[in-house]
């Protein structure tokens, strides 16, 4: 295994320090946390948004705290949730007395933790709400999960709570808004290789030259079925139509997102999005705005992501108003 760190028990601690140096302007560390918030945090009348969830996933979630988006991001170890004494911090952070609203991605870890610093930050009287995300259609169950697991449409909730949450609407407002998001979209990934877990040295699964692993998590556990490498347009078919049979976007109009799961190029992620976008329009289904990069990894996977999201005027408004961070534009 190779890996540019210093020592695999520190990769979370010497990451966090490097990136809050790296964005020191727009962004701070609470002293002695892994939670990466707003330099203005708390914001006076404006709810709270807080997420977060295991490193391995960059740039999520710190890179999406920023004007428009989270007030803070709670960092945890690699793929391990990060703890409900961390989560109480963030809410504590950015609670400026219009309550906080955590976007949480299904997974059993970060459903628990947030849920008991939610707790917590209630006892201490703040107002506490939370939104779960399930976007993932691959598996109704997983290693993970109970219910489906929350993958990269997550941004996209983030994108349009945060929205929401900058025209100082109230905290039932910007969970409504939130909601609506999770309501409508649905992801699916496949990689062509493992990732390996700093601390492991090893990969999490095995793949021939020629295997794919179809329906992976984002934490590197194995999808719903193994197959040989195919073409680009038939790995995006594969993706769009599970989604398409899950949700019905026919007459719909979407925003995309393509998803790299961290050691994917631009250039075959962009084929995909030519071919995801031509497939939609086969089914008479017009995109509104696309997005193609890597917004939520899975360390060094090579693979990719497609989430759908159904857009209407509320999501539109959304998705078109400034949003200041270091890896959403």
């Keep these: 295994m190779k890996k540019v760190v210093n020592h695999p028990d520190k990769v979370v601690q010497d990451m966090l320090d490097g990136f809050v140096k790296a964005h020191h302007t727009s962004m701070k560390r609470i002293p002695d946390t892994t939670v990466i918030i707003r330099q203005e945090a708390p914001i006076s009348g404006k709810v709270g948004l807080v997420s977060g969830g295991g490193s391995g996933h960059e740039p999520a979630h710190a890179g999406y705290v920023g004007k428009g ?27 400026s007395g219009a309550g906080v609203l955590l976007i949480i991605k299904n997974y ?3 459903v628990m933790n947030f849920e008991m610093a939610a707790e917590l930050a209630e006892a201490e009287g703040i107002t506490v709400d939370k939104v779960i995300v399930n976007d993932d259609v691959a598996v109704e169950d997983s290693t993970f999960t109970t219910g489906r697991r929350g993958i990269a449409g997550t941004v996209l909730v983030h994108r349009v709570a945060g929205a929401v949450a900058e025209t100082g609407a109230s905290l039932a407002e910007v969970k409504q808004a939130a909601e609506k998001v999770v ?3 649905r992801s699916m990934g496949l990689a062509l290789t ?14 021939h030259d020629n ?36 949700k019905d976007y026919t007459n719909s109009e979407v925003a995309i997102m393509i998803n790299g799961m961290g050691a994917t190029p631009e250039m075959e992620l962009y084929i995909v999005y030519r071919e995801v976008e031509r497939l939609l329009h086969k089914h008479g289904i017009a995109v509104y705005r696309a997005w193609v990069g890597e ?35």
Excluded: W
């Excluded at 803070?72 to 170890?77: L, M, R």
């Excluded at 493992?194 to 793949?207: E, N, R, Y």
């Excluded at 692993?213 to 197959?227: A, F, L, M």
């Design 211 to 246: 295997e794919i692993e179809i329906g992976t998590g984002i934490h590197g556990e194995p999808g719903i079925e193994r197959v040989p490498l195919q073409t680009a347009e038939e790995m995006s078919e594969r993706l769009v139509e599970k989604i398409l049979a899950d």
């Design 194 to 207: 493992a990732c390996t877990v700093p601390a492991a040295g090893k990969p999490s699964f095995t793949l």
């Design 69 to 95: 988006m989270l007030d803070a991001a709670v960092v945890g170890e690699v793929f391990t949730s990060p703890t409900p004494d961390q989560v109480l911090e963030a809410i504590k952070a950015v609670d």
């Design 295 to 329: 917004y939520m990894t899975s360390l060094e996977m090579a693979g990719f992501s497609v989430t759908l999201l159904a857009v209407d005027h509320e999501i539109k408004q959304a998705l078109s108003t400034p949003v200041e961070t270091i890896a959403f534009r």
């Design 183 to 185: 309501r409508n979209v």
């Design 108 to 110: 059993t870890g970060d």
